[in-house]
């Protein structure tokens, strides 16, 4: 049974109420870090998850089932989250910080150091094939916050060109990880950001006024 697109293992609440699902997918992540993809046996899944394989294949019918799966898991984990990170936020700038930290858990979180070199055409063909869905996500949640660079510059700012820098420079940190100072750099980009918007918005003015 594979998840549908757009979905989450939420889904099986009802049938599923002893978590067994998400064991699977937190144990298979877990697997594919230490054994690989194309290693990767169900028997492995039931073992490394802490389910029975009568369980696992309650829910999936091979191996294939379960990497698609584990993609849409992540993947649907991220837009999920990266909405609610922003949701209810009012200030742009705080929204953008929660949004920027989010990312940055997320991306360490689920894909821990080294897993990237056990598996790289499993993680090559995740990011290529979701790399749109990301995108739409991370605009989705800055949308409120390019509105107010929009309103504070007066200028357009292509979101399309934004959140695609975004995401790539992100991503990047999955081949090179993120250090003390890249993090650094990178929950501080929504103030560098904002003090870029009001110099253009003061030269705005000072125009105007001459």
């Known amino acids: 049974m594979k998840l549908m697109p757009h979905t989450d293992c939420s889904e099986f609440a009802a049938i599923d109420p002893a978590g067994s699902v998400q064991k699977i997918m937190d144990g298979t992540l877990r697997a594919i870090g230490s054994i690989g993809a194309r290693r990767l046996s169900m028997s492995d899944i039931s073992e490394i998850s802490g389910v029975s394989r009568g369980t696992l294949y309650r829910y999936f019918a091979s191996k294939e089932e379960v990497l698609a799966a584990v993609s849409e898991y992540i993947c649907s984990g991220f837009e999920k989250g990266i909405v609610e990170a922003g949701e209810g936020i009012s200030d742009p700038i705080e929204r953008f910080r929660a949004v920027m930290r989010f990312y940055g858990r997320f991306t360490i979180e689920r894909s821990p150091e080294g897993i990237f070199e056990v598996e790289p055409a499993f993680h090559l063909n995740f990011l290529r094939s979701h790399f749109s869905r990301h995108k739409a996500a991370v605009q989705y949640a800055l949308d409120p916050v390019l509105d107010y660079f929009e309103e504070l510059t007066g200028s357009h700012v292509d979101r399309d060109i934004f ?8 991503l990047s940190t999955l081949i090179i990880p ?3 100072e890249w993090l650094t750099i990178w929950n501080s980009a929504p103030d560098r950001l904002c003090e870029w918007a009001l110099q253009i918005a003061g030269q705005h003015a000072e125009y105007e006024k001459g």
């Not at 959140?163 to 992100?170: A, G, N």
């Open 163 to 170: 959140c695609d820098t975004m995401v790539r420079l992100q």
């Open 178 to 180: 993120a250090t003390t």
